[in-house]
């Protein structure tokens, strides 16, 4: 009696066992269960907490979107931005996708799908200030968010050498917040962003007319997990067929902005 006692308590525990691993590994075929998100929650209107706290922006919207037409849950975690890729690769996240412009550096630690966004690294300066061309920079204070593509602009830029100081911040935010107060002179950002806070803050920037470098936003995925590469882009080319991602461009920038 107490030895077969032994073996259902071991057969239930195997049972048990199995099933949990089944519910982390998703569906019997493979498949996740859940897309865990990696976004920076301060870069509007790409990814933002709103009045209530809540995230929003394009791509929030657009990651749901995914999500339900692969069929699979979706949450996001705010992330630190300049450790996106380790987040990535150490599997606490499933995907980074917040205005993530495709370089050839991030090529070689990530896959990457195809490109559904274009942008422009822009120069934004109070609205009164005298900076009105990139030759006006020379001696300048000049900030933007750490480990940024804006870093990789102003970098790849024969300005980089004639201004004063470069000043890194965690998000865009933190970098106009020192514009308006004047501790910085001007600031390198995304054009999705800036077009954003300055509808938001009507008279309080400009941007010169010479941008810095034109870019692509992608999404993100580990290096090796092709199939969900595959699975999203399938996705993602589903939501431009029926008119969603026109739809939620639409909403969000006025005009249809999605790449097909």
Same mark, same amino acid.
């Given at each position: ?5 032994? !073996? ?44 209530? *706290? ?7 919207? !657009? ?81 933007? =968010? ?22 890194? !911040? ?33 008279? =309080? ?11 692509? !936003? ?18 993602? *080319? =589903? ?22």
């Amino acid at each position: 009696m107490k030895k077969l006692l032994a !073996y259902i308590i071991i057969a239930s525990t195997l049972l048990i066992t199995l099933s949990a691993c089944g519910n982390s590994n998703g569906s019997a075929d493979g498949d996740q269960a859940k897309l865990v998100i990696g976004v920076d929650d301060k870069f509007a209107p790409m990814g933002f907490r709103d009045e209530n *706290n809540e995230l929003t922006g394009f791509d929030i919207e !657009y990651a749901k979107a995914a999500g339900e037409a692969m069929g699979m849950e979706v949450t996001f975690q705010p992330i630190d931005w300049k450790t996106k890729e380790t987040e990535l690769s150490s599997g606490r996240i499933d995907l980074i996708w917040n205005g993530y412009t495709i370089t050839n550096d991030r090529k070689e630690k990530v896959l990457f799908t195809k490109p559904y966004l274009e942008n422009e690294q822009v120069i934004v300066t109070k609205a009164d200030s005298s900076i009105d061309r990139l030759e006006d920079l020379s001696d300048k204070d000049v900030a933007l =968010q750490a480990l940024s593509s804006a870093a990789d602009a102003l970098n790849g830029s024969p300005v980089r050498q004639t201004v004063k100081s470069i000043t890194e !911040y965690a998000d865009n935010v933190l970098a106009l917040t020192d514009l308006k107060a004047g501790r910085v002179d001007a600031v390198v950002i995304d054009e999705v962003v800036i077009d954003y806070y300055m509808a938001k803050e009507e008279g =309080q920037f400009k941007v010169l007319d010479e941008s810095l470098s034109s870019e692509l !936003y992608g999404i993100g995925v580990k290096k090796g997990n092709e199939a969900l590469l595959d699975k999203l882009q399938n996705a993602l *080319n =589903q939501l431009n067929d029926d008119g969603t991602a026109e739809k939620i461009s639409q909403k969000w920038f006025g005009e249809s902005k999605v790449l097909k």
